[in-house]
């Protein structure tokens, strides 16, 4: 119901205003409190209590009706205004949460992708060393096949090729090994030679 002030309690009940006061002081009319802490009556409370005054004209009445029907307006208008500010409050916690649960999820994601990041350095870097080692072991069978070939030549008579100083190195010592074997095999025949000349004689 609309809500009146006592000046226009008193207007609707044909009291005086004093008298409305008192019945609020008295606590025989009950009120409450709008916003501007101004004391307001419930039509339906002056009626019960005093009664609302007829009017003797219509202009009044229409006056009358108006004016409750304006307050009537506004409390609804308030009321409308007090549910829409309750939904804004809600809507602005969710968005809060949402806010809040956005940036946890973009602090997992950077985490992640961090993560994926350093593993993809690793694997990278695994790849690299593999790469690294069998290009080593590459090099050394060829070095390898080289000198294994150099060596057949050699013992085919043939003048080893010089490739590299390592092989050079390499080839240098196995001719010098040969060599001295061949050193003492010849030492040896002679000696077996001398030995058969000097039994035979």
Same mark, same amino acid.
């Given at each position: 119901?609309?809500?009146? @002030? ?7 009940? @044909? ?22 802490? +101004? ?10 209590? /005093? @009664? ?7 202009? &009044?009445?229409?006056? %009358? ?5 304006d307050a009537v ?20 916690? +969710?968005?809060?949460?949402?806010t809040d649960q ?5 602090k997992q994601a ?12 690793? *694997?990278? %870097?695994? +790849? ?16 390898? *096949? ?10 085919? @008579?043939?003048?080893? &090729? ?20 061949? %050193? ?8 077996? /030679? ?8």
């Amino acid at each position: 119901m609309a809500k009146v @002030g006592a000046q226009r309690a008193a207007i609707l009940t @044909g009291k005086s205003k004093s008298t409305i006061q008192r019945a609020m002081n008295s606590g025989k009319l009950s009120f409450e409190l709008d916003q501007n802490k +101004r004391r307001v009556i419930d039509v339906s409370e002056l009626e019960r209590v /005093f @009664g609302i005054k007829q009017q003797d004209t219509s202009a &009044p009445e229409k006056i %009358e009706t108006k004016e409750i029907v304006d307050a009537v307006e506004k409390e609804r208008m308030r009321m409308q205004i007090k549910m829409l500010e309750q939904q804004l409050l809600v809507s602005d916690e +969710r968005l809060t949460d949402l806010t809040d649960q956005r940036n946890k999820w973009e602090k997992q994601a950077s985490q992640i992708l961090i993560t994926s990041q350093y593993s993809q350095k690793q *694997a990278e %870097e695994l +790849r690299a060393q593999i790469k690294e080692r069998e290009d080593r072991a590459r090099q050394r069978r060829l070095q390898n *096949a080289q000198v294994q070939k150099a060596q057949a030549k050699t013992f085919k @008579g043939s003048k080893a &090729p010089r490739a590299t100083s390592y092989e050079a190195k390499k080839l240098n010592e196995k001719m010098k090994k040969l060599k001295a074997e061949n %050193e003492n095999a010849s030492d040896y025949s002679s000696s077996v /030679f001398r030995f058969w000349k000097r039994a035979k004689s």
